[in-house]
């Protein structure tokens, strides 16, 4: 019988897991498809220069990507917490650059639903290392 702490923390890998691909895949995106990549994301480019800041943006997106990835490895639930909760001024950010640069409402919707998306997390994750801590007692 698989227990409710069992459930919870499949529920909250399952959680990271799909944090960590999408990241990955919107770091190689930006890295190999700078000019589409920013435009998904709702600031297009000004000028084709501008495409190596995508790319530095995509290789430190992978960097955070493979970070997450080893923490979800080890089921490190403490750290990954943190990093949901901290890791919402990224879709802040985003959401405002996007309001700014006058991208569709789906654009700004979506980076709104990704701080949801993390603060679910973060009360998953929460949850998780609250049982384990009860449990160490």
């Known amino acids: 019988m698989v227990t409710q702490h069992k459930k919870l923390e499949t529920l909250g890998f399952i959680l990271v897991l799909l944090m960590v691909l999408l990241q990955g895949f919107y770091g190689i995106f930006a890295y190999i ?13 000004i000028s084709e220069s501008d495409q190596d800041w995508v790319k530095i943006y995509g290789s430190r997106t992978i960097f955070i990507t493979s970070i997450l990835a080893y923490l979800l490895y080890s089921r ?3 750290i990954l917490m943190w990093c949901a909760l901290l890791g919402i001024v990224m879709p802040v950010s985003d959401a405002l650059l ?16 990704t701080i949801i998306y993390l603060l679910l997390t973060y009360f998953v994750l929460r949850r998780i290392n609250s ?7």
């Open 76 to 78: 490190n639930f403490v």
């Open 98 to 113: 996007a309001y700014n640069a006058e991208a569709a409402t789906k654009v700004i919707i979506k980076h709104l639903a």
């Open 33 to 45: 498809e700078p000019a589409n990549f920013a435009d998904i994301r709702g600031t297009a480019l």
């Open 131 to 137: 049982q384990i801590k009860s449990k160490h007692q």
